[in-house]
């Protein structure tokens, strides 16, 4: 029998000798290294850092592992995508992977020079790994990994994402930029410039923490930002290795501005309802027993023929019902007495029974015609609209809030346009409607793009935008309301400040239109915002006490106070509040009245 050959100490001995050699133990330390995970912050640990998300906030459970994951929540045409690109070698094979909770939820990697990949899961009740490959082009250097919901399914889950593969010598990131100063600043803008960063192949802005816009040089304007208002500001400097660190901050301050409607209201004022065409369990208040901590008094309702026929009547309340209403030339006494100590009575149209649909020109014409006379008839200072339930719906094909083509929607616009020419400047314009047709229109605008939405949601947004130069206020009724999508993307609920702050933030900071990032409703100023809130738990649902109401004011006008809700501003000229109704705060000893007066003075 041959003798066997000691093949495998022999191969052992010499892989041994050639490992020792100092080159051979580089290069097989290069060669374990290659393979590296590429993608930054995939745990999720440093918040969004590295990420750009359209929609989404870190929480601290559900997890994968460590302290944090990704939430994202669809809404409207936004599928809630989370990216970040990653600079990668050409021609090299990558793995990605991740962990998933939630309906429809999808990896992916695109730009990869080839065939883009993605992977998804239908249902994950618990955290799911999801894992794709893709080899780069020839002369692909960087690619974008992400990872998205579907739409209308809820909120999905992401964590512990990795880009595993050979990693590119990228370089280091940038210098941060200094010298960052303001230059310029107007009532809704704020031009910035900074020293050049040796390095950099663009720069980021930040405002108040977000990032807000990129330029390619050292300079930028910052736009739709509102009148009176601080707002601190950030630059990166980046380039192909990433981004700096932040700059230091510089606060803007925008300047006044001009006034939508009238100058010559208080800095801060107290808005309320008076119920001059009916009595309810709150009792009838004389218009002259109004106290003069009353400064804009909306007399409710005007109400129309029918709700198609845009003629409008106004009818005081009969003595049969109201037995104390004072006669007609008392209350035009009153009015004119309001007026003389520097108050604005305006009448209200539509209310809860109050349908207006101005579905034709001669409707449009008749609302006119009609509004004018009650204006003229007791000598008012302009206009509410209260247009609630069914008065405003968008068509299906209506679906940019800037052009408008519903009827009813295009001629509300020309006819408060035309009254608002024919009065002039001194003309009270305000507007009151509920937070369906306005905030609700972050997530859903009209229809939405495939159909069976109600197309009432957002149906305020065109006419808001269309009169915003014109608008001396706008209220929205903080109550009688579901709960609504904030711009921290949680849902919030009436009962408490963090509601208002939510819904006013909105307002201020401006949103995109059902989650398109193209198509963004822009900020008010606040001296044109004022919050609405029931004054009394037998006015509506949604009453806060007092204290809630301060913590309100805290948080939007001093940034003090204001719970887990972080706001996009800061907005000592926020114009003050509504409530319905002057009579129900009577009722209730006038308990909202203090509490403004005590606020404001």
Same mark, same amino acid.
């Given at each position: 029998?041959?003798?066997?050959?000691?093949t495998?100490p022999?191969?052992?001995?010499?892989?041994?000798?050639?490992?020792?050699?100092p080159?051979i133990?580089? &290069?097989?330390?290069?060669?374990r290294?290659?393979d590296?995970?590429?993608?930054?912050?995939?745990? =999720?640990?440093?918040?969004?850092?590295?990420?750009n998300?359209?929609?989404?906030t870190?929480?601290?459970?559900p997890v994968?592992?460590?302290?944090?994951a990704?939430?994202?929540t669809?809404?409207?045409?936004?599928?809630?995508?989370?990216a970040? %690109?990653?600079?990668?070698?050409?021609?090299?094979?990558?793995? *990605?992977s991740?962990? !998933?909770?939630?309906?429809?939820?999808?990896?992916?990697?695109?730009?990869t020079?080839?065939?883009d990949?993605?992977t998804?899961?239908?249902s994950?009740p618990?955290?799911? +790994?999801?894992t794709?490959? =893709?080899?780069t082009?020839?002369?692909?250097t960087?690619v974008?990994?992400?990872t998205?919901g579907?739409y209308?399914?809820?909120?999905?889950?992401?964590?512990? &994402?990795?880009?595993t593969?050979?990693?590119?010598?990228?370089?280091?990131?940038?210098?941060?930029? %200094?010298?960052?100063?303001?230059? %310029?600043v107007?009532?809704?803008?704020?031009?910035?410039?900074w020293s050049?960063?040796?390095g950099a192949?663009?720069?980021? !802005?930040y405002?108040?923490?977000?990032?807000v816009?990129t330029?390619?040089?050292?300079?930028?304007?910052?736009t739709?930002?509102s009148?009176?208002?601080?707002?601190?500001?950030?630059?990166?400097?980046?380039?192909?290795?990433?981004e700096?660190?932040?700059?230091?901050?510089?606060t803007?301050?925008?300047?006044?501005?001009?006034?939508g409607?009238?100058?010559?209201?208080?800095a801060h004022?107290?808005?309320?309802?008076?119920h001059?065409?009916f009595?309810?369990?709150?009792?009838?208040?004389? *218009?002259?027993?109004?106290p003069?901590?009353?400064?804009? #008094?909306? &007399?409710?309702? /005007?109400?129309?023929?029918?709700?198609?026929?845009?003629?409008i009547?106004?009818?005081?309340?009969?003595?049969?019902?109201?037995?104390?209403?004072?006669?007609?030339?008392?209350?035009?006494?009153?009015?004119?007495?309001?007026q003389?100590a520097?108050?604005?009575? *305006?009448i209200?149209?539509?209310?809860?029974?109050?349908q207006?649909?101005?579905t034709?020109?001669?409707? +449009?014409?008749a609302?006119?015609?009609?509004?004018?006379n009650i204006i003229?008839?007791y000598? *008012?200072?302009?206009?509410?609209?209260?247009?609630?339930?069914?008065?405003?719906?968008?068509?299906?094909?209506? %679906?940019?809030?800037?052009n408008?083509?519903?009827?009813v #929607?295009?001629n509300? #616009?020309?006819?408060?346009?035309?009254?608002?020419?024919?009065?002039g400047?001194?003309?009270v314009?305000?507007?009151?409607?509920?937070? $369906?047709? !306005?905030?609700?229109?972050?997530?859903?605008?009209?229809?939405?793009?495939?159909?069976g939405?109600d197309?009432r949601?957002?149906?305020y947004?065109p006419v808001i935008?269309? &009169?915003?130069?014109?608008?001396?206020?706008?209220?929205?009724?903080d109550?009688?309301s579901?709960?609504?999508?904030? @711009?921290?993307?949680?849902?919030?609920?009436m009962?408490?400040?963090d $509601?208002h702050?939510?819904?006013?933030?909105?307002?201020l900071t401006?949103f995109?239109?059902?989650?398109?990032a193209?198509?963004?409703?822009?900020?008010l100023?606040?001296?044109?915002?004022a919050?609405g809130?029931?004054a009394?738990?037998?006015?509506?649902?949604?009453?806060?006490?007092?204290?809630e109401?301060?913590?309100?004011?805290?948080?939007l006008?001093?940034?003090?106070g204001?719970?887990?809700?972080?706001?996009?501003?800061?907005?000592?000229a @926020?114009r /003050?509040?509504?409530?319905?109704?002057?009579?129900?705060?009577?009722?209730a000893n006038?308990?909202?009245?203090?509490?403004?007066?005590?606020? =404001?003075?």
């Amino acid at each position: 029998m041959e003798r066997p050959r000691r093949t495998r100490p022999v191969l052992a001995a010499l892989t041994a000798a050639l490992l020792a050699l100092p080159g051979i133990t580089a &290069l097989s330390s290069a060669a374990r290294a290659a393979d590296a995970d590429l993608a930054r912050n995939g745990g =999720f640990e440093s918040g969004l850092d590295g990420w750009n998300c359209t929609a989404g906030t870190t929480v601290g459970s559900p997890v994968h592992s460590g302290v944090a994951a990704l939430q994202a929540t669809p809404a409207g045409s936004d599928n809630a995508q989370c990216a970040q %690109t990653v600079t990668v070698q050409p021609d090299a094979q990558y793995t *990605l992977s991740g962990y !998933v909770r939630g309906s429809y939820v999808y990896l992916g990697a695109s730009g990869t020079g080839t065939t883009d990949v993605s992977t998804w899961t239908q249902s994950a009740p618990d955290w799911q +790994r999801l894992t794709t490959s =893709f080899r780069t082009g020839p002369s692909t250097t960087r690619v974008t990994i992400y990872t998205h919901g579907w739409y209308g399914t809820g909120a999905y889950y992401a964590d512990d &994402l990795s880009l595993t593969g050979p990693g590119a010598s990228a370089g280091q990131p940038p210098a941060a930029p %200094t010298g960052l100063a303001v230059t %310029t600043v107007t009532s809704s803008s704020a031009t910035l410039s900074w020293s050049a960063v040796t390095g950099a192949t663009g720069y980021a !802005v930040y405002r108040d923490g977000t990032k807000v816009q990129t330029a390619s040089g050292t300079s930028a304007t910052v736009t739709g930002l509102s009148a009176s208002t601080a707002y601190g500001f950030q630059v990166t400097a980046v380039n192909t290795a990433g981004e700096s660190a932040r700059s230091a901050t510089v606060t803007a301050t925008t300047t006044a501005g001009s006034s939508g409607g009238t100058s010559d209201l208080p800095a801060h004022a107290l808005v309320g309802y008076l119920h001059a065409s009916f009595a309810n369990g709150s009792g009838y208040t004389r *218009l002259a027993d109004v106290p003069d901590s009353w400064d804009v #008094i909306d &007399l409710a309702f /005007g109400e129309p023929t029918s709700a198609t026929s845009g003629d409008i009547r106004f009818t005081r309340c009969p003595v049969t019902e109201c037995p104390n209403a004072e006669s007609d030339a008392d209350f035009k006494a009153a009015v004119k007495a309001k007026q003389a100590a520097g108050k604005k009575v *305006l009448i209200s149209i539509g209310g809860q029974n109050g349908q207006v649909q101005l579905t034709t020109t001669a409707a +449009r014409d008749a609302f006119v015609s009609s509004v004018s006379n009650i204006i003229d008839t007791y000598g *008012l200072d302009g206009l509410d609209i209260d247009f609630e339930g069914h008065s405003l719906s968008l068509n299906a094909d209506d %679906t940019d809030f800037r052009n408008p083509k519903t009827p009813v #929607i295009v001629n509300l #616009i020309s006819a408060l346009k035309t009254l608002k020419a024919k009065y002039g400047t001194k003309f009270v314009l305000t507007m009151a409607p509920e937070t $369906f047709f !306005v905030q609700m229109g972050y997530q859903y605008y009209g229809t939405g793009k495939w159909g069976g939405q109600d197309p009432r949601c957002g149906a305020y947004l065109p006419v808001i935008y269309a &009169l915003r130069d014109d608008l001396t206020l706008l209220h929205v009724q903080d109550y009688n309301s579901g709960p609504i999508m904030g @711009l921290d993307n949680q849902y919030h609920s009436m009962g408490g400040a963090d $509601f208002h702050i939510a819904m006013t933030d909105m307002l201020l900071t401006g949103f995109p239109v059902a989650g398109d990032a193209n198509n963004v409703f822009p900020p008010l100023r606040p001296d044109q915002v004022a919050i609405g809130m029931p004054a009394s738990t037998n006015a509506g649902n949604g009453y806060v006490a007092p204290a809630e109401v301060v913590k309100t004011l805290d948080c939007l006008t001093k940034r003090s106070g204001c719970g887990s809700y972080a706001t996009h501003g800061t907005w000592p000229a @926020l114009r /003050g509040l509504m409530t319905w109704s002057v009579n129900w705060d009577r009722y209730a000893n006038w308990e909202f009245q203090k509490t403004f007066d005590g606020y =404001f003075g």
